[in-house]
Structure formats: C-alpha cells, structure tokens
C-alpha cells in the first residue's frame, strides 16, 4: 500500500474543495457559455449571477454532507491553484456498488490541455480504489464527441443509447449512458500514470 | 377532437387518492418482499402507514413539477392494485421516465400491468406532449419487460452488473418508446 501516492494531486492538477468567495465569479461566467452547459448536461442551459453560484455551492456541500451519496470536487492547475473546472461522483448507492459519474472544465481554452484526462484518473482512482464501487456510468450527449472519446479512451463503453432524449436546435439527438467496471479499470492499460504508481 | 376519458381503460382506471389511503396501501405491499425486489434496486424496508403517510404530505407539499403519480384501481373490483409514475421529467426534450408497479400480487399476469402502462403512455403522448418516454427493468423480470413489449417499449441497452442480489451482479435493462412508434404502431390492444 502506497500511502505517500496522494489521491488528489496529479503533476498538472489537483482536485481540491470549493472556495465559494473565489470561484463563484469564474463560475458564474462559465455558466454564462451556453455550449459548455450544452456539452455538459441535459438542463435547460441558464446563466447564473455570482450570488447564485454561491447558493447552488452551498447546496451542494449541504448535500455532500447530508445524504451521503456525493462527492465533489474542483479542479485547480498545480502550483497556482486557478480553478478550471469540477470533477463529481453522484447517485451513489453504496448497497450495490454503483455511481455516477460527471466532470467539466469551463473554459474553452482549459481544454485539452490534459487537465481533464488527470483529473479523470484522480478520480476513477478516488471511486474505484478508495470508495470501492463496482461501477460508474457517465452520461454524454451524442453531439459531444470530444467528451465521448475521452470517456472511452479511459475505458468506457456505450451500454445504452436512448434514442432522440435531447432536442437541441431544433433535432433530435441521443443519449448515451457509459459505463466502467472497477476490473475494467484495474486491468486497463490506458491509464499508465496509474500502472506506473502501482508497483 | 374526440375526447376520450384518458384516465379510463376496460380493466382498469387510474385514480390519484388523499394521503392515506395511498399509505394503506403500500404500508402492505412493502410487506411482499418479492414485489419490492422486483420493483426497486433500494433494500426493502417497512415503513408504517403513519410514517408513509406523513412522507406522501411532504412530497405532496414539494409538489414536483416532474413528477406525476396514480394510484391503479380495477374497474371490476374496484380494488387498489397498484400505481403508476412519470418523473425525471425534462420538459425541454420532452423526455420522461416512467415506473410502474403492482403491489396486489394476484392481478400479476393478467394484463392489468400492460393495459395501465398503454393509458399512461396515451397520457404521457396525447396529453403532456412527449417525444419518448423511458423505464428501467431489471433482467430477472421477464414478465415486465414482456408486458413493456407489449405496450410497444424496445431495449435500449443495458447497464451491465448495476444491482448485486443474492450474490449474484444484475443488468438493469433500459427501454424506450418514441411518440412516432406510438402513433403509427401502437400494438396493444386493450381488452
């Protein structure tokens, strides 16, 4: 057991916990790019002033720490700590094993830039070898074939596609539920920041 | 137009009842193991018909703008058999999840299950203007998702091992039906 391999710090990111007062401003621009809220979820796409960021952050820890079945993170660059994005597990229910899996990085420019892909490692690693699930699936709208190949670059498959779910611009596209086994994970050679850690 | 009573079919109605006589009823139907084990992924527990009572008025009080909730009764009878919901709903793609489940373990079988999920599938098309509506099912269930079929729901995929019972990993299968599948073949009929 490599106790000295930290779980939340990665060579370009760290996950880290909400700082309401600073993050709200960023957020609250991100919220205010329809694309990024598009790509990311199903909602209806809404900006929010700062105020209600931090009301929504607020919910969110309420929940973390109430229900029991949420974990969430930011995303912050190493060493200065600027915020690009967050990283959550969700729905969780820990009789079966299982959860949900959804993560962002807000601006266009954070992108690509590996952020995602380390951030994603931290946290398979955090559901898989510290919460012990057996599973995780992830949703993503079939327009988003950046998140869709990033997804299943980290393993995942498509176990559904629910056709026609989202009606954007005036067609329908579908929705597609992946999934990831934690043997899936284990054995998965596409992570080899992970294979690298583990000797 | 035609209007046709959407809440009445030939076996069955759906009905939306006062607090308790929804908790007497389900105060039962968590005692059928079998039924909730079929029904649920969550662990069965028991409630008494007080506590479920007072947990119907709180969401009653939340009054959800997603969720719509029946209660199943026989025509013949006039008996609670079971209930019926749409939640999860997204107004914005007009897309819905819909549960069903019949706590009365003798009207299993019988048709009563498909003929309440085609009056909640009518309503959920000609009436809140869905584009597809979606269920979850549990593998081991083969007489729902015969039932579903029935009704006109296709598997969608499968969410693989997503329940552990009896030591034993279980795929939740999930289906759809599309509003034009329903419209120009809707193969159930009801009788």
Redesign the interface.
Known sequence: MDLKRSLFEEELICLAPIDPERDAEIEAKWTHDAEYLRLLK???ARPLSPAQVKKAYESIEKKVEEDKNLFYFTIRTRPDERLVGFAKLYAI?W????GMLQMGIGDAQDRKQGYGRQALSLLLRYAFDELNL??L?ALVPEYNRDALRFFEKAGFV??????????RDGR?WD?L?L?L?QEEWAQNGSLKIDEQGRQ | MAITNLFLGTKVRLVVEDPQVEAKAWSQWLRNSEYMLLLD???PVLWSEKTLKDRIEKDLEESHEDVFYAMIRTLEEDRYIGFLAFFET?W????AWVAIGLGEAEFWGKGYGSEAMHLALRYAFNELNF??V?LGVFEYNQRAIRSYQKVGFVE?????????RQGK?WDMI?M?I?REEWNNNNPFQPG
């Not at chain 1, 009789?95 to 299982?98: D, Q, R």
């Open positions: 199903a909602d209806i229910t009789s079966h094993g299982t057996y599973r699936t498509i176990e559904v596609r629910r056709r026609q779910a989202l009606n329908r929705l539920h999934g086994l | 992924t969550d662990p997204f914005n793609h007009g897309d584009h597809r979606t969608e995929g499968r969410i693989r091992g997503e329940f552990l990993r999930f759809g599309l």
